[in-house]
């Protein structure tokens, strides 16, 4: 029965450098598997824009990347852009953006109960249960668990075993691999979601933003809002490339005992 599934909220940390349609088509076909599960009811979704300091090449300002991101979440009921971590002064954990939006929700959808009449005409009354939250993210993002200095240990068993994943494919990743190969994750991969995306789309915003800077078309590949808005700020220029070139990303300075060269998104 639907009213006995359990509730849940998906959220997505990232750069959204700028957000794409792959990006929006993340959270379709993420509350569609959810569904099909049997399980799990979507109430919502959140994108989650990371903060200035995160240090990564070419990351256009916050303010920006959330105008962009609500623009092109105009035409959706259920997904919503979150500013919170993108304000945070320095760069945050996704561990502790969970934490916050977890708390959030769950004083939002607080745990209620349903009264139902028996046929000998008593009432009783059952415990709906407690909304979860699990990130949504690509491939490449659970990839990013291999990459030493970039996630510590405990963040992975805690995002992966308290809270949960669902995990799009993309492009010739595997992430039933990644999941293998790692202790942490298969430890709790009843409790990671892997939904394959037959109809391929292989957007990137990296490309995206190589595109605009030597003047191409990006037509259909972002919304039409979200081009309007990068044409009259002017954003991801030669110029804007630049920014944060040669820095390493923050979370290999705040933890990584022996720090690594920048990734590419």
């Excluded at 349609?21 to 993420?30: C, D, G, K, T, W």
């Excluded at 028996?118 to 291999?146: E, Y």
């Excluded at 933003?209 to 081009?227: F, Q």
Aim: proline share 5%; with cysteine; charged share 20%.
């Amino acid at each position: 029965m639907a009213g006995c599934r359990i509730p849940l909220v998906l959220l997505a940390c990232g750069s959204f450098n700028p957000i794409t349609n792959q990006h929006m088509r993340l959270f379709e076909m993420a509350r569609d598997h959810m569904h099909n599960t049997g399980r799990y009811k979507v109430l919502g979704g959140i994108i989650s824009p990371v903060s200035d300091s995160y240090g990564k090449q070419g990351l256009a300002p916050a303010k920006h990347r959330i105008a962009m991101a609500k623009l092109a979440l105009q035409t959706s009921d259920w997904i919503r852009v979150d500013e919170w971590e993108s304000q945070q002064p320095d760069w945050t954990e996704t561990v502790v953006t969970m934490r916050y939006h977890h708390n959030h929700i769950l004083q939002k959808y607080q745990k209620s109960t349903t009264t139902h009449k028996l046929s000998n005409g008593n009432i009783t009354a059952t415990s709906n249960p407690s909304v979860q939250l699990k990130l949504l993210c690509g491939a490449d993002f659970l990839d990013s668990f291999r990459t030493p200095g970039l996630w510590l240990d405990e963040h992975i068993e805690e995002v992966s075993g308290h809270f949960g994943l669902v995990c799009v494919s993309r492009g010739e990743l595997l992430p039933e691999r990644t999941v293998h190969e790692s202790d942490i994750l298969s430890r709790h991969r009843q409790n990671i979601f892997l939904v394959t995306e037959w109809v391929r789309n292989e957007t990137s915003a990296t490309e995206v933003r190589r595109a605009l800077r030597r003047g191409a078309s990006v037509k259909y590949l972002i919304p039409d809002p979200v081009l309007q808005y990068i044409q009259q700020h002017s954003l991801y220029t030669w110029d804007s490339e630049k920014r944060n070139e040669g820095t390493l990303l923050r979370p290999l300075t705040k933890q990584a005992p022996n720090p690594v060269s920048s990734l590419e998104d």
